[in-house]
């Protein structure tokens, strides 16, 4: 093995190696070159799913909740309401 094979793996051990950032950004193509020769179709992130509380409701389920009851009204008629309100009333989006 000469010295240019010993440099040249020395580079690629340290270009490769994912846990530590890389330094310049020949190393950060190389990084990108072996990811697409480990999976060529590109790696997919599935999407988050949403937090739920111990009854079962995410927070967009307790933000609707507390705007109903905020909005309800029991004397006021859903005519007479603002049309945003007359929505959300019925249960369609505002």
Do not use: C
């Amino acid at each position: 093995m000469n010295i240019f094979d010993k440099i040249t793996a020395a580079e690629w051990k340290s270009a490769s190696r994912l846990g530590s950032p890389a330094r310049n950004e020949y190393e950060f193509l190389l990084r990108n070159e072996a990811m697409a020769r480990l999976n060529p179709n590109g790696f997919r992130t599935p999407p988050k799913e949403p937090r739920i509380d111990a009854s079962g409701k995410t927070r967009g389920d307790r933000k609707r909740q507390r705007r109903d009851r905020i909005n309800w009204h029991p004397i006021v008629p859903p005519q007479h309401l603002h049309s945003a309100a007359r929505r959300r009333a019925k249960g369609g989006a505002a």
